[in-house]
């Protein structure tokens, strides 16, 4: 396992989790599903989650992967809150689109 | 050989990622999700964090997956009931997730990593570094989360609770 890490750059793994970060980033954008939408911010969460891995692997400190561990735990409060919020909007309103819910534009 | 994994597994995970994103049928979506979440415990088991890979499967593809495959089968989403945007607004999105992603490139590219300690030490993943580390050094962040978890559960139950009037 070491030697993977010598033989696979750092900058592969940079690449790769911007790229996911801009998949989650686009998901957002793209989609009018709220479901959908939160299932984009966990990707974003998971690429960031990878960097931080990544960063602890190369430079032999494990703070990184402690800080994952956190950011996990905040991920499955944040979608037991949030998919309880989308049950409710779907008992009121009778759908996940996001464009319905303008009440609060201007 | 590593160099072979880390393509394949990069592959998958991107792959996957943009299904999420572009399929049509919000099931097809939880799905690559999952297969995407494999993809980066498998990531984690490369980086020698061998902990965190199996957390990571027991809490995404065990936990919140199933969560969201529950509310997707409760809501019956499907293909006909699936809200699209219109072209103008699909391509603005693509444009600026690109520009986005370009922006973060160009920003790298200036970057000095710093010095790397090799060869890494390997039991930094393992269970029993990383639970003294979690009881000594970020024992209270542990603690807090813990009250962070109860009010979230307190929360959903309340929020998803049918109204009485």
Redesign the interface.
Known sequence: MDQALQQVPLNWYILLSTFLFCVGVMGVLFRRNAIIILMCIELMLNSVNLLLVAFSAYHGNSDGQVFVFFIMVVAAAEVAVGLALLMSIYRNIGSTDIDVLNKLKW | ???L??FLL?AL??LS??V??FSKS?MY??LS?IV??FT?AG??I????Q??AI??II??AG??MV??LF??M??N?NRE?????TTK??I???V???M??VT??AS?KSTQ??A???????D??MVK??GQ??FT??LV?FEV?SI??LS??I???L??K?DKN
């Not at chain 2, 490369?46 to 964090?49: Q, R, V």
């Not at chain 2, 009931?81 to 945007?85: I, L």
């Not at chain 2, 790397?116 to 390997?122: E, H, I, Q, R, Y």
């Open positions: 050989m590593s160099q994994v880390f990069s995970t991107i990622a943009l999420v994103v919000p979506s939880v999700l995407c979440f980066i990531h984690y490369m980086l020698n964090a902990f965190l957390t990571h809490v995404y936990a919140i969560l969201f509310v997707v409760l809501l989403l009931s699936e809200p699209h945007k607004l699909r603005a999105a693509t600026s997730a690109g986005l992603f973060l490139i790298l990593l710093g790397f300690s090799f060869p890494p030490a390997s930094y993943g570094h990383i580390q979690l050094d970020y962040p989360s962070l978890f979230a559960m929360g959903a139950v929020l998803a049918k």
